[in-house]
C-alpha cells in the first residue's frame, strides 16, 4: 500500500508539471496562443489534451480516495483479526503470533512470561451476569496494556487467562511491570462504583536448563499461578 500510494502521488505531479508546462508554453508564445485562438483544430485539439488532463486529475485523486478507504478497512480488519472484542487487547491469534516466531527454536535466555489468572471472574458472571464480568475483563486489559507500555506485550489469552511476554527481560521490568499492575489495580478496587479485581500470576524467567522451549516457558508460568511459587 505504501508503494502504491508514492506511485500515485508521483503520477499526479507528473500530471501537475506537463499541465504548467502546456500552459505556460501557450501563455508565453503570443503566435502560439494566436495560433490556438485561430485556428479551430488547434483549438480542438487543445481542448482534448485539457480534458484528457482533467480525466486524469480526476481519476487519480480518485484513486487516493480509494486507497485511504482501503486503509481504513484493512486497519478494521486487522484490529477485528488480532484483537479481543471483549477486553481490547490483543487476542488469542496475536499471542499465538508472537509465540511462533519461537516455535522449534532454542529458547533465547531473555525471554520472560506472566500468566494472569482473573480469579473472580466466574463469581462476578454467576452473580452479576457476562456484561459485569464482560467490564472486569476489559478494565483488568487496560490496566495491563496500560502498565505494559514498552516493557512487554500483553494479550489476552483465553477465557480469564492473560498473558505478559518480555522478549527483553530482566528481574528489574519484571518488578516494575507487576508494581505497575499492582498499583493500578488497588486503584481500581479503591472505587466503590465498580467490581473489585482479583487476580494471581505466575512467573516463569531464568530458568537455566530446565525449559527448552518457549511452550514449555508459558505452560510453567501457567502451573505456578496454582502453586506459592511465583518464580522469584
Avoid at 83 to 103: F, H, L
Avoid at 205 to 210: A, I
Amino acid at each position: 500500500m505504501k508503494k502504491f500510494n508514492v506511485y500515485k502521488t508521483i503520477q499526479l505531479v507528473v500530471f501537475i508539471l506537463l499541465a504548467g508546462i502546456c500552459l505556460y508554453l501557450i501563455l508565453a508564445d503570443r503566435t502560439l496562443y494566436h495560433l490556438v485562438a485561430s485556428d479551430p483544430q488547434i483549438r480542438t485539439l487543445c481542448i482534448l489534451l485539457w480534458i484528457a488532463f482533467g480525466l486524469s486529475f480526476l481519476f487519480i485523486f480518485m484513486d487516493f480516495s480509494l486507497f485511504t478507504s482501503f486503509k481504513r478497512d484493512y486497519r478494521e480488519l486487522d484490529f477485528a483479526v488480532s484483537s479481543d472484542p471483549v477486553s481490547g487487547i490483543a487476542n488469542r491469534y496475536s499471542c499465538d503470533t508472537i509465540i511462533e516466531k519461537y516455535i522449534d527454536k532454542p529458547l533465547p535466555g531473555h525471554i520472560g512470561c506472566i500468566m494472569f489468572d482473573l480469579t473472580n471472574i466466574r463469581e462476578i458472571n454467576r452473580s452479576f451476569g457476562h456484561t459485569e464480568g464482560n467490564a472486569l475483563i476489559h478494565d483488568f486489559s487496560g490496566i495491563l496494556q496500560t502498565a505494559a507500555r514498552d516493557l512487554c506485550f500483553v494479550g489476552r489469552n483465553g477465557g480469564n487467562r492473560f498473558l505478559a511476554l518480555f522478549e527483553e527481560c530482566s528481574d528489574d521490568r519484571l518488578q516494575t511491570f507487576l508494581d505497575l499492575v499492582d498499583e493500578k489495580v488497588r486503584r481500581h478496587n479503591g472505587n466503590t462504583d465498580t467490581h473489585p479485581i482479583l487476580y494471581r500470576y505466575g512467573i516463569a524467567y531464568d530458568e537455566s536448563n530446565r525449559i527448552q522451549t518457549i511452550t514449555d516457558l508459558i505452560a510453567l508460568s501457567n502451573r505456578r499461578i496454582f502453586s506459592d511459587e511465583k518464580g522469584e
